[in-house]
């Protein structure tokens, strides 16, 4: 059968008879790297731009039409030593991105504004107390009025929009008291300089939004950083499909390409990428990240296959029923969607603060008017005084207070293996105190292991690790990986369903089920582990069995000691049967489990336990668990989770140990202190500032340096969420 | 005092020119990739290909 690989659906044009493609690539990490591709691809004739993105580990290529297949592109990376994958834009990325250049200009425009305003305020402070005439004052605030006020506008539109937002929504935020503060602080300014008088305030109200948009600017590029890992992730594991292009020829295609109606191949060893039925076929299929339960099930002519199901033993071909973005079981989504919806009435810290902050700000600048009107001064002085309230008190720090420990912490937690998918998940992270952790994938690894390896002798584990390479199934591939083998057996053959067989210097030797070998006096005799799969070996008449199953990572018992030392209530909840969940139970010391749990059931206990004020961390990564991460408190899952869970988790850790569920749950405690701490400080320092602001002696002199102090002792306070404890476990 | 007539625009000019320096940088794409950027700074040159042999 002819196979070919056809990434077209990727390749846009990039211009007069150029194509264009990008690519995800997987272990680029320094400048050897983007050198070594580089100069590797820009070898290939015809190739006009090869250019690698350090930040977000991507690759943009460019050659001469026609002349290239994008094939080729991955093949020369994958020569060099990178795993590559056609990248494609998701919209949720193009936003962010293009959101974060413009919060770029308009910082760009701020700080421009606040350094050539300061450039002439510095002057009239220093005139006011010596000898400036009136009339270069005068000109001096017109100029700065010139500058602030386009300045401003322009670079205030993402707190005016977001403020305009919210008021017409009827709710308030962090952006209408700034809003307020801004337009009141430049009007009054214009109207003195019309009047000639010594104060204008147009140099605090432009830092004040320069010092905003460094916040903002921080926190917008985590969650593009973020979301290019996380789009990273989805086309490198971006699954394919076999596709039937001819009656004898398949075809390698995105799965996005793939609609309803068409035929796939499934070979042993693969993933399902799509929901259908088989037409053609028999074998067995493994379930376990649609439904948790380990043992597998059988397809044929008939059975229904849904997208994530693994392909054990033999080649079937399915009719696509729903492809792409319908995959998705119905049920699963529906119960995700009404989970997330509950969630997002989250509300975040920053809001919470603004909520009583703002009426309390207003409030005060409307007492101090009339106040001071009360005790006989002017209405114009008055309302210069409240003014100058609003101004001092204008929520400068505080709008840096969170934004700056949020960036600070997802670069440590960066570094410890986790990484955000949401902004407010540090927050929801720091006051989980109940994780439920899901067995299969979670609490064990994804991939299977060689469980007796130790008491087989070396000799013969090589043998058969070589001999796994001519194999399909996914335990022959586990076999082959814990022997490293890497030079398969010549004339080996494979017996559909049975085992592999091959001649090795006169003597068969036989890799398979225990009665394909004639071991099966072997597994009688043996005391096994009723969730392993057993695999026997022989070569000639020596006979060894295999147990292979999947093993819990390496560091659990040590993580989950650690989290009960951390006093967080921790149960298992696992779609998977009994004896398997009991074992990982026992094993680890963790007293609550639940075994063959649906994924209704697993949100009914996560309810149940919100009912009694349980904050609740669900760590799962399997298709059943994304509706269960999503009506958690908070959710994470392994990098190797299946793409809706992973989605759905507010964060995604990688590599094999368990270590980051409890480094994050560290630095997120940490972070959600150092932002009450900042809170407390940028309030604080308007509890000294008010009174000064209330007594009217306040100049533009003042609040321009009482805004850059505590700013900057809000921003120093936010680096110490940097040196997160290192000791994890 | 008449320094300022030409002091103050010229300031700004400056200023104006930074801006736009900026603005241009942000568009070409400089920010895109800011820990490339860093390493590509101390980057080896490619060697000369196709270069004839010295020698």
């Given at each position: 059968m002819h196979v070919t690989r056809d990434f077209s659906h990727y390749v846009r044009i990039a211009g007069e008879g150029i194509k264009h493609i990008d690519l995800a690539v997987e272990g680029v990490h320094c400048a050897g790297c983007m050198a070594k591709i580089e100069r590797g691809l820009s070898a290939?004739?015809?190739?006009?731009l090869a250019r690698v993105n350090l930040t977000d580990r991507r690759v943009a290529l460019e050659w001469k039409q026609g002349t290239l297949d994008p094939i080729s592109f991955i093949d020369r990376l994958a020569e060099l030593g990178y795993k590559a994958y056609p990248y494609e834009t998701e919209s949720a990325e193009a936003t962010e991105v293009a959101e974060s250049r413009f919060l770029l200009r308009c910082l760009g425009v701020a700080a421009f504004a606040t350094m050539n305003v300061m450039m002439l305020s510095i002057p009239v402070w220093s005139g006011n107390v010596s000898d400036m005439l009136p009339e270069q004052r005068d000109f001096f605030h017109w100029l700065s009025a010139l500058i602030a006020l386009p300045a401003a506008a322009y670079a205030g539109q993402p707190f005016f929009r977001s403020a305009w937002r919210a008021l017409s929504a009827k709710t308030t935020n962090m952006d209408v008291p700034i809003s307020i503060g801004v337009c009141l602080a430049l009007g009054m300014s214009v109207v003195e300089t019309i009047h000639h008088a010594e104060h204008a305030y147009f140099d605090a109200a432009i830092m004040l939004l320069t010092f905003l948009l460094v916040g903002r600017v921080l926190d917008q590029n985590m969650r593009r950083r973020t979301r290019a890992v996380a789009g990273n992730l989805a086309a490198l594991k971006a699954e394919t499909a076999a596709k039937f292009v001819g009656p004898d020829e398949i075809s390698q295609v995105p799965v996005a390409a793939i609609h309803p109606g068409d035929i796939v191949l499934l070979r042993p060893g693969e993933r399902c990428a799509v929901d259908g039925t088989v037409i053609e076929g028999r074998s067995e299929i493994d379930q376990s990240l649609i439904t948790g339960e380990t043992l597998y099930v059988t397809a044929e002519r008939g059975t229904a296959v849904y997208a994530g199901s693994m392909n054990i033993s033999g080649t079937l071909r399915v009719r696509v029923s729903a492809a792409s973005e319908?995959?998705?079981?119905a049920e699963i989504t529906r119960l995700l969607d009404n989970a997330l919806q509950a969630r997002s009435r989250y509300m975040r810290l920053a809001d919470r603060a603004s909520r009583l902050y703002a009426p309390v700000v207003h409030a005060t600048a409307l007492i101090t008017i009339l106040g001071w009107v009360i005790a006989g001064a002017g209405w114009h002085d008055a309302v210069v005084t409240g003014v100058a309230v609003l101004i001092i008190t204008c929520p400068c720090a505080l709008g840096l207070a969170i934004p700056t420990v949020q960036t600070v912490a997802s670069g440590a937690m960066f570094k410890a293996g986790v990484l955000l998918n949401s902004g407010d998940a540090i927050e929801r992270l720091a006051e989980a105190d109940h994780v439920i952790f899901d067995k299969t994938g979670t609490l064990t690894l994804p991939d299977l292991e060689v469980?007796?390896?130790?008491?087989?002798?070396p000799n013969v584990f090589e043998l058969a690790g070589r001999l796994a390479l001519s194999s399909h199934h996914p335990v022959a591939a586990a076999v082959a990986q814990a022997a490293g083998a890497r030079s398969p057996i010549v004339g080996a053959v494979e017996e559909a369903g049975q085992g592999v067989r091959a001649v090795v210097d006169g003597v068969e030797i036989r890799l398979g089920r225990p009665s394909f070998c004639g071991a099966e006096a072997l597994v009688g005799g043996a005391t096994l582990d009723p969730e392993a799969s057993i695999v026997a070996f022989s070569k000639g008449t020596e006979k060894v069995i295999l147990s292979v199953r999947q093993g819990l990572r390496p560091d659990a018992q040590a993580v989950i000691a650690a989290l009960k030392a951390r006093n967080v209530g921790i149960e298992i909840l696992s779609g998977d049967r009994e004896p398997a969940v009991i074992a990982a139970a026992h094993a680890l010391g963790i007293a609550e489990w639940r075994a063959g749990v649906t994924p209704a059931d697993k949100i009914a206990r996560i309810e149940e336990l919100k009912q009694r004020g349980a904050k609740v961390l669900m760590v799962g990564d399997g298709m059943n668990d994304a509706p269960s991460l999503a009506a958690a408190h908070v959710s994470m899952s392994p990098i190797s989770a299946a793409h809706l869970s992973q989605a759905t988790a507010d964060l995604v850790f990688l590599g094999r140990p368990l270590a980051p569920v409890v480094a994050a749950i560290d630095s997120a405690r940490k972070a959600l202190h150092l932002m009450r701490q900042n809170l407390w400080l940028a309030i604080g320092y308007n509890v000294l500032a008010v009174p000064v602001a209330i007594s009217g002696i306040v100049t533009p002199l003042i609040a321009a340096a009482a805004m850059s102090g505590s700013s900057i002792l809000v921003m120093l306070n936010s680096l110490r969420a940097r040196n997160a404890s290192r000791e994890i476990v | 005092m008449e320094i300022l007539v030409i002091l103050v625009p010229l300031a700004l000019m400056l200023g104006l020119a930074g801006l736009f320096a900026f603005l241009w940088s942000l568009r070409s794409g400089q920010y895109d990739d800011l820990d490339g950027a860093a390493w590509r700074a101390i980057a080896d040159d490619e060697p000369p290909q196709d270069a004839p042999a010295k020698r």
């Open positions: 290939i004739p015809d190739v006009t319908a995959t998705l079981l469980m007796n390896a130790a008491d087989i002798p | -």
